[in-house]
């Protein structure tokens, strides 16, 4: 059964980055689109980033495009978040998740697309 285990997280000043990986154990990643959501207390769950099984389909929320890119590294069965010039307001638990059979690529930032998710990987932006 498809593990997703997230990292790379950690605490930056403002205007830095950080890189998340979410790898996956006991199937193929490249047999799941793949999202980025995150979550902070008192807000619902954002979805921040999504990328098709081919790698060639992507999507920004609107809150961090232009700052975030995301891609697969198939060789190591991952995907990867570069977050650049992160803000307070990107504080938050990061998950990735694996795509239901269900899934549309145009609602790739809606939870409701993903069956599988990681344990999530802290993110703290502060000065």
């Known amino acids: 059964q498809l593990q997703l285990v997230e990292s790379g997280g950690g605490s930056v000043q403002p205007g830095g980055s950080l890189r998340l990986s979410c790898v996956a154990s006991?199937?193929?990643?490249?047999?799941?689109?793949v999202g980025w959501f995150r979550r902070t207390p008192g807000k619902e769950r954002e979805g921040v980033s999504c990328?098709?099984?081919?790698?060639?389909?992507?999507q920004f929320a609107e809150s961090v495009r232009g700052r975030f890119t995301i891609w697969r590294d198939n060789g190591n069965n991952a995907v990867h978040l570069q977050m650049n010039n992160l803000q307070p307001e990107d504080t938050a638990v990061y998950f990735c998740?694996?795509?239901?059979?269900?899934?549309?690529?145009?609602?790739?930032?809606?939870?409701?697309?993903?069956?599988?998710w990681g344990q999530g990987t802290q993110v703290t932006v502060s000065s």
């Open positions: 998740a694996a795509s239901t059979p269900w899934y549309v690529q145009s609602h790739c930032l809606q939870g409701s697309q993903y069956g599988k």
């Open positions: 006991g199937g193929r990643l490249t047999d799941y689109n």
């Open positions: 990328i098709s099984m081919s790698g060639l389909a992507r």
